[in-house]
């Protein structure tokens, strides 16, 4: 464990703890996009996946700006999470029922992300790291969105033919 002196300690910290958990995701994405049998949400999977490779680089680029060596932090709350998803890709459910708990699984994950990126995001404006700040803003506005597309695709069509099912 890291001796934690001041916010911007903390916030390298949690910055790490980021880092490995989107290493993590990676790894999870394509599994969760294997186990879906609705096309869209099998698409929704695959652009994240995309996209999260994305939230690595622009990780990197804040390490870059931080001046210090890129380096993961265990992520110890986003290993759980994807257990609980792995869970869910393993059960056996009818096809539709199973896309609704992917979808539940993802969302656990964004809120997730939402509220490291968040944090993190506030710390860099605390300490007037604004380059730093739009950075993960720009996460944090993409998890944001990937949230409100599940969210979009559950309730409009994949939930209620879970319902049927």
Partial sequence: MSKLNSLQDLM??????L????????QALPKMIAAASD??????????????????????????????????????AMLGILEEGKEMIEEDAPPDVKDAGLIAAAQ???HYEMAGYGTVRTFALQLEMNEVAKLLQQ????????????TTLATRRLNREAVAA
Wanted: glycine letters at 2%; proline letters at 1%; charged letters at 35%.
């Fill in 139 to 150: 996460t944090l506005d993409e998890e944001k969105a990937t949230d409100a597309k599940l």
């Fill in 39 to 76: 096309s869209q949400l099998k698409q929704s999977f695959q652009a994240h996946l995309q996209e999260t490779e994305g939230h690595i680089k622009r990780l990197e680029q804040v390490f870059q700006l931080l001046e210090i060596p890129v380096k993961a932090k265990v992520c110890h």
């Fill in 19 to 26: 880092y490995h958990a989107e290493k993590q995701i990676t």
């Fill in 108 to 110: 656990r994950v964004e």
């Fill in 12 to 17: 390298i910290e949690e910055i790490r703890d």
